[in-house]
């Protein structure tokens, strides 16, 4: 995937605040052999990146008549509303390994017995693959499962040439049976309903 950015010499809140109204996301590209250097990305470009390649998109930068082949590596979004507010670009080789966390992706849980509560312990695994081999998610089937069963990281499938960091032993799912009886409690011990909020009145 090939985007075009423009470099900006000017820096600072009231730039960045500009930029933004002007549709452009201010960021940073970086590298162990390249010094940083400021640039500005559309929002309609870096939205298209985020949905065909995710949080971990690796692209082909162009900037100043040179390309840059980077990696997402941060995104700094507005706490309320969410907007992209800074991005940061990573320049890695093609033949250079990396570490990401890619999100674990659950299928069929609407298949599962009703007897069951599917409670999701992991969201994100831990992988190092070559940076033109990250993957946009993973995936995980719990379409057969039992009720008191779990599926942990060793039940995951990846694609050859992709390391799982994560200690294969670690929960991702379980499914665990509902409560369905509750203790009755003792006749002499049953009291009221409490009302929270309302204020005690004198008769």
Same mark, same amino acid.
């Given at each position: 995937? !090939?985007?075009?950015?423009?470099?900006?010499?000017? @820096?600072? @809140? &009231?730039?960045?605040?500009?930029?933004? !109204? *002007?549709?452009?996301? #201010?960021? +940073?590209?970086?590298? !162990?052999?390249?010094?940083?250097?400021?640039?500005?990305?559309? *929002? %309609?470009?870096?939205?298209?990146?985020?949905?065909?390649?995710?949080? =971990?998109?690796?692209?082909?930068?162009?900037?100043? &008549?040179?390309?840059?082949? +980077?990696?997402? %590596?941060?995104?700094?979004?507005? #706490?309320?509303?969410?907007?992209?507010?800074?991005?940061?670009?990573?320049?890695?080789?093609? @033949?250079? !390994?990396?570490? /990401?966390? +890619?999100?674990?992706?659950?299928?069929?849980?609407?298949?599962?017995? =009703?007897?069951?509560?599917?409670?999701?312990?992991?969201?994100?695994?831990?992988?190092?693959?070559?940076?033109?081999?990250?993957? %946009?998610?993973?995936?995980?089937?719990?379409?057969?499962? *039992?009720?008191?069963? =779990?599926?942990?990281?060793?039940?995951?499938? /990846?694609? %050859?040439?992709?390391?799982?960091? =994560?200690?294969?032993? $670690?929960?991702?799912?379980?499914?665990?049976?509902?409560?369905?009886?509750?203790? $009755?409690?003792?006749?002499?011990?049953?009291?009221? #309903?409490? +009302?929270?909020?309302?204020?005690?009145?004198?008769?």
């Amino acid at each position: 995937m !090939k985007i075009s950015c423009v470099s900006r010499d000017q @820096t600072g @809140t &009231g730039v960045s605040r500009k930029l933004r !109204k *002007q549709d452009f996301i #201010p960021g +940073v590209v970086y590298g !162990k052999a390249k010094k940083p250097e400021t640039m500005a990305i559309s *929002q %309609k470009d870096m939205h298209s990146i985020l949905k065909e390649s995710g949080l =971990n998109a690796i692209i082909d930068l162009e900037m100043n &008549g040179k390309s840059y082949h +980077v990696m997402l %590596k941060e995104l700094q979004r507005d #706490p309320i509303l969410g907007d992209i507010l800074h991005a940061d670009f990573q320049q890695v080789s093609k @033949t250079q !390994k990396v570490q /990401v966390q +890619v999100p674990i992706h659950i299928l069929n849980s609407e298949n599962l017995q =009703n007897e069951g509560a599917l409670v999701h312990h992991l969201d994100e695994l831990h992988v190092e693959c070559l940076s033109g081999d990250i993957p %946009k998610s993973v995936s995980l089937d719990v379409e057969k499962m *039992q009720v008191g069963e =779990n599926y942990t990281v060793s039940d995951i499938v /990846v694609d %050859k040439g992709i390391e799982v960091l =994560n200690d294969p032993q $670690e929960l991702i799912v379980s499914l665990s049976p509902f409560n369905l009886t509750e203790e $009755e409690p003792e006749e002499d011990e049953r009291t009221e #309903p409490i +009302v929270i909020g309302e204020e005690e009145t004198e008769e």
